[in-house]
Antibody
């Protein structure tokens, strides 16, 4: 059974940094592209970043480009999102999501909450 | 960026009704559209991908259709567990984008 477990969320001040992790199990992690999708209150889902199975290719939404970095450690079956220069508008529930084939999300974690506030 | 507009925002239905949800794109793309169901406190669940293919374990009452700019999710006969929010997502181009959602509520 595919399992994705996020961690690392919390309360951070504007301008601060945070690193999210997603521990994967139940599938061949290196074969899946992975993404971080966030859901802010009252806003639509937003895919903020994706990375291919090898880790060689990444994509970022314009809203986070230059501030967030996605990475993965296939030896540890773990996905990361390093977030810098956090803003109030980054406040959201951050989901780790997997793609077994195309870029639709066929597996999801339960999310980790990031709150950016002074 | 492909903008997806879902309508209606809210659909008030009764169990056993047929529900038709719409997703319209700001520009044409192939059939790389997915649908998700989300219940309160839960992550979204994939229902449909490539516009019309049901994901593993999804009941046959869920069906998807469309191409180009107009897509539809149909629930043939609503079950009590189907009352939820539904999102479309295009998986054709980066950035991957979602619609704003349709809430299917009990009338």
């Amino acid at each position: 059974e595919v399992q994705l477990l996020e961690s690392g969320g919390g309360l951070v001040q504007p301008g601060g940094s945070l690193r999210l992790s997603c521990a994967a199990s139940g599938f061949t992690f290196s074969s899946y592209a992975m993404s971080w999708v966030r859901q802010a209150p009252g806003k639509r889902l937003e895919c903020v970043s994706s990375v291919t199975g090898s880790g060689h290719t990444t994509h970022y939404a314009d809203s986070v480009k230059g501030r967030f970095t996605i990475s993965r450690d296939n030896s540890k079956n773990t996905l990361y999102l390093q977030m810098h220069s956090l803003r109030a508008e980054d406040t959201a529930l951050y989901f780790c999501a997997g793609h077994s084939a195309g870029y639709y999300f066929d597996s999801w974690g339960q999310g980790t909450l990031v709150t950016v506030s002074s | 960026e492909i903008v997806l507009t879902q309508s209606p925002a809210t659909l008030s239905m009764s169990p056993g009704d047929r529900a038709t949800l719409s997703c319209r794109a700001s520009q044409s793309f192939s059939s790389y559209l997915a649908w998700y169901q989300q219940k309160p406190g839960q992550a979204p669940r994939l229902l449909i991908y490539d516009a019309s293919n049901r994901a593993t374990g999804i009941p046959a009452r869920f069906s998807g259709s469309g191409s180009g700019t107009d897509f539809t999710l149909t629930i043939s006969s609503l079950e009590p567990e189907d009352f939820a929010v539904y999102y479309c997502q295009q998986h054709s181009n980066w950035p991957l984008t979602f619609g704003g959602g349709t809430k299917v509520e009990i009338k």
